[in-house]
């Protein structure tokens, strides 16, 4: 009998603070561009860099960003790293950046960005990544029903707790995905399971309309800013939906 197992309900929660920086000069319409800096920090721990020229309000077009820059990050005054330029295949449309490739950042630890281009002013960021908040406390309650063919259909009620820290303005970014295991039962004493996967649900709802999450665009996640509990200890109700279908498992020996 081909079965799934609901393991348990994943929540990833992102705190970020000035987690991109940007040196934007306003300008006449007829003025010379400048330059602009945007950083961030990806996924993959490294520090990305765009590089682009302000460009007058009258003109239609695209956005120039600069790939012969020379882009160094700083900490506590002492150069870590030149990072290099990478221009993804045009296909994508993506725009080229700098990114680092042995920079490791570390949490609460201020850098510095440098920006040389010649015939411009040189120009310096900063951007940092604060120290993470976990959830101190999850409740997940699913309500698992059979739809058309072999069709799950999860409602789900999740709470979740946090403590914010005391005297941070703080922003999380709550992301909700559920972890499944396709498994096989051939006998009582015989169990194949497969490889387990990620279920993004459908919706995810906010149980109190007035609590401070804000949907994203995604549906799937909340952006959240401490103003409302700003040092204490709070805990945020949602609920959602998603359905699946389970994929089929390899025959043993395969």
């Known amino acids: 009998m081909h079965q799934f197992n609901i393991n348990y309900f994943l929540l990833v929660l992102t705190t970020f603070f000035l987690a991109s920086c940007e040196d934007v000069v306003n300008l006449p319409v007829d003025s010379e561009p ?4 945007f950083s961030n920090f990806s996924d993959q721990n490294s520090l990305e860099v765009y590089v682009y020229k302000t460009r007058s309000i009258l003109s239609n077009e695209p956005t120039e960003y600069v790939t012969d820059a020379v882009v160094k990050v700083y900490a506590g005054g002492q150069l870590l790293e030149v990072l290099q330029v990478f221009e993804p295949d045009a296909s994508l449309h993506l725009s080229p950046y ?3 490739s042995n920079l490791t950042p570390e949490f609460d630890k201020e850098y ?5 281009v ?4 040189t120009i310096t960021a900063k951007n940092s990544i604060p120290t993470p908040v976990n959830l101190e406390d999850v409740f997940f309650e699913p309500q698992v029903t059979v739809g058309k063919g072999n069709e799950v259909v999860v409602n789900f009620y999740v709470s979740v707790s946090l403590s914010d820290p005391v005297g941070i303005e703080n922003y999380y970014h709550l992301r909700f995905y559920q972890e ?18 990620l279920e993004h649900p459908s919706n995810v709802d906010k149980v109190d309309e007035n609590a401070p999450p804000i ?23 949602f609920t959602g939906l998603y359905s699946l279908t389970p994929p089929p498992l390899c025959p043993a020996g395969f």
């Open 118 to 121: 010649e015939g411009y002013q």
């Open 215 to 237: 949907k994203y665009n995604n549906d799937q996640s909340y952006l959240i800013k401490d103003i409302q509990f700003e040092g204490q200890y709070t805990t945020l109700d």
């Open 180 to 197: 499944l295991t396709p498994y096989t039962v051939d006998s009582p004493s015989d169990t194949l399971f497969g490889t387990p996967y």
């Open 98 to 100: 700098y990114k680092t």
């Open 34 to 37: 400048e330059l602009v800096v």
């Open 112 to 116: 510095t960005i440098e920006v040389k």
